[in-house]
């Protein structure tokens, strides 16, 4: 089973940026589709992106789509989520999920085998 650890969160104000990193290790079979979610308080886990590792494809959720990108460096075994113009909205617990297949039904946590711990981010002025 892969192993999955966030970094980069931390809190900025609005319009600023951040980069989330999800570092995979240990066996990455079965975790062709790797997704973004996040959790605010109080609100239910949402999907925010994903990419299909073995063909590039990306996907976001509408409220992030033209701020966030997500992105991949294989040699590094380590998936992106650059974040700019933050809101105060998208104030949550980011986690990214590895999962095999698609991604086609990347919005489903379900899907998802392996989890990271999560990192902070806080939009605030």
């Known amino acids: 089973q892969v192993q999955l650890v966030e970094s980069g969160g931390g809190s900025v104000q609005p319009g600023g940026s951040l980069r989330l990193s999800c570092a995979a290790s240990?066996?990455?079979?079965?975790?062709?589709?790797i997704g973004w979610f996040r959790r605010a308080p109080g609100k239910e886990r949402e999907g925010v992106a994903a990419?299909?590792?073995?063909?590039?494809?990306?996907y976001y959720a509408d409220s992030v789509k033209g701020r966030f990108t997500i992105s991949q460096d294989n040699a590094k075994n380590t998936v992106y989520l650059q974040m700019n113009s933050l809101k105060p909205e998208d104030t949550a617990m980011y986690y990214c999920?590895?999962?095999?297949?698609?991604?086609?039904?990347?919005?489903?946590?379900?899907?998802?085998?392996?989890w990271g711990q999560g990192t902070q981010v806080t939009v605030v002025s």
């Open positions: 999920a590895a999962g095999a297949g698609k991604c086609t039904w990347w919005r489903l946590s379900r899907m998802y085998n392996s």
């Open positions: 240990g066996s990455t079979y079965s975790s062709d589709c």
């Open positions: 990419i299909y590792t073995a063909g590039g494809n990306t």
